[in-house]
């Protein structure tokens, strides 16, 4: 018998279930609030496991409450939401899924962040809590968010009544998968994960005959101008101690070869560890757009519209010291490292801060060490990165399920 009081032969067959249920919300990805198929899967597994259930909270996202006497509320989170990428793992379970981008265009989307492995592990953890209910004490509070990738599902849920339905938790834990060894856990106090700001920015030109250049402004030079200044703002305006990222993620301007057109569009991503430094760099786009708009003669002044942002997120200290313990007993030591700060981007951490209460947030090692010994392992938002599935799966669920019980009451 195990700790859940099935037998191993149960236990593989809930594994298999597992594994299974993974492959096919990897095969099945949905763009962000689009995630109508996986959050119905998600919504019937925690009924089935015996959960109070609500859908549709904040677009597709989707929460279910198992109360089990008096005790503190946990509240564990998944995302749910893919990306606009062309899967190349070449997994026989590889995402062939296009979806329209809400811009005219008709892009392919994959799980390139692991967010169904997240889905997976969260069912898991629901079910394997459920069957143990003995063990502890209070409510578990599972939440499947929608448009993590966009930074507005979390926003979305709360807004929408997450709390007022359910109760506000005592405390809120998520784990995420990243290219370090497949279980393997990664935990730290203070801050894990810094800012990141996403700007539209659209640049004005006058439109021409490809042969008359003379008679237009050409807004792809100025596009050129303005990406290669900005790559000068971290090299130069921020502190070699400091680290910051731009990226010019998108350029869109024309549709045909002997026409220069009217406008370009570049989307940027802007990332840093603090606020201090994220504010340097939403000046100097500010300063280097107008200004190499204003030296190309531009025929208005360009259009710098913000499009998604995430705060900084912190592990609560003294949780996150009660897990760091509570998985070293678990998992032992060796399996349970230190989370160093990334620039990333997350929007988990308003789930603690709307309700006052400490949140974890921890990564899940999800790689083939011996892959990322030959040093090509693909990493999140690649086209060829996902999970190994063992002990990927199993870990995920066991970590989630070891800190609901750390945060619970004793029966």
Known sequence: MTESGVTGGDMTAGRDD???????????????????RTARISAGRLRGAGFDVATGIGGTGVAG???????????????????????????????TVTADDGQGERVPLMHACGHDMHVACLVGAAERLARTRARWRGTVLAVFQP?????????????????????????????????????TLLLSPGQVVGTTE????????RGAHGAQPERGVDPVVLAAAVIMRLQAIVAREVAPADRAVITVARVRAGHKENVIPDEAVLTLNLRALTGEVMRTLLSAVERVVNAEAAASGATRPPQIRPLSSYPVLRNDPDATARLDEAFTRRFGSARVAALDPMLGGEDFGLFGEAAGVPSVFWGLGATDPARLAEGDA????????APVIEPTLPTGVDALTTAARTFLGAP
């Open 198 to 205: 996403n700007l539209e920015v659209k640049l004005f030109g």
């Open 65 to 95: 409450a198992l109360r089990n006497g008096d005790g503190p509320i946990v509240l564990l989170r998944a995302d749910m939401d893919a990306l606009p990428l062309l899967e190349k793992t070449g997994l026989p379970y590889a995402s």
């Open 18 to 36: 597992l594994a299974a249920l993974y492959k096919d919300l990897h095969r099945h990805p949905e763009p962000p609030f689009g995630e109508v």
């Open 147 to 183: 448009a993590e990738e966009i930074a507005a599902g979390a926003r979305a849920m709360l807004d929408d009544g997450l709390y007022e339905r359910f109760g506000a938790p005592d405390v809120a834990v998520a784990q995420h998968v990243f290219p370090h060894p497949a279980g």
């Open 378 to 385: 693909p990493g999140n938002h690649s086209p060829g990165f």
